[in-house]
């Protein structure tokens, strides 16, 4: 067998049948998502020219990326009144495998983040945080690789700090924004962390909601 690759556009004729069943598919897609109150077709954002979220497989697998910062930022928003301070995510939540510029509509978002998973605001030890995110960057190419905001590592992951201050030895519990997932599906699940609020929200729609006030419009 043979293969090139070639590009498609709009130059390239669609074939009729196809067509038809791929259309019908997309359609029903569509009307799915309305009837979860999306409007598809709706401009969320206009990225100014030089902002890309890159959402590429191999990015939001490897490391934080502009976007999955940008979703980590959009939960700590949604959970300020529980006084997170940090946001993290796992990077197989990202699906769309491209990178956002300019024009964002809410399809794109549903592009994005597909899955119905629910931000949560936790009360979690500083050890324990440091263990979640040490494991989670370890684990490059994974899809529960560690994406995160307002905390950093200066040794690749071997200390974490807040504000200066490693959160490993400083016996304080940090408020986190995160998901539901993230929170059953790693050390999250400890007895030792309390979940302060279940949003009901998921982090599609506290994406687009951030990205309304940040980035308006145009």
């Keep these: 067998i043979y293969s090139?690759?070639?590009?498609v556009t709009s130059e390239v004729p669609e074939e009729e049948n196809t067509a038809l069943v791929a259309n019908y598919w997309f359609n029903l897609g569509?009307?799915?998502?309305?009837?979860?109150?999306?409007?598809?077709?709706e401009i969320v954002s206009c990225l100014p020219i030089g902002i890309d979220l890159d959402g590429r497989s191999g990015s939001v697998r490897s490391y934080t990326t502009l976007l999955t910062a940008t979703i980590c930022e959009s939960m700590l928003q949604l959970t300020a009144t529980n006084r997170t301070i940090i946001?993290?995510?796992?990077?197989?939540?990202v699906r769309i495998d491209d990178i956002l510029r300019e024009t964002i509509t809410q399809y794109d978002?549903?592009?994005?983040?597909?899955?119905?998973?629910?931000?949560?605001?936790?009360?979690?030890?500083g050890h324990l945080l440091a263990q979640v995110l040490t494991n989670g960057i370890s684990l490059k190419g994974n899809g529960m690789f560690m994406a995160y905001t307002r905390v950093e590592t200066l040794d690749g992951g071997k200390t974490w700090l807040f504000n200066g201050t490693d959160i490993s030895?400083?016996?304080?519990?940090?408020?986190?924004?995160?998901?539901?997932y993230v929170r059953d599906f790693t050390q999250l699940n400890s007895t030792y962390v309390t979940t302060l609020y279940d949003t009901n929200i998921t982090q599609t729609?506290?994406?687009m909601e951030y990205l309304a006030i940040k980035y308006p419009p145009c």
Excluded: C, M, W
Aim: glycine fraction near 10%; charge should be positive; avoid cysteine.
């Design 4 to 7: 090139t690759l070639a590009q």
């Design 30 to 41: 569509i009307q799915g998502f309305k009837a979860l109150g999306y409007e598809p077709n």
């Design 87 to 93: 946001g993290i995510i796992n990077g197989g939540t």
């Design 109 to 125: 978002i549903l592009r994005t983040l597909p899955f119905g998973n629910q931000v949560v605001a936790l009360s979690v030890p």
């Design 169 to 180: 030895k400083s016996d304080l519990y940090y408020n986190v924004a995160t998901t539901a």
């Design 205 to 207: 729609r506290s994406l």
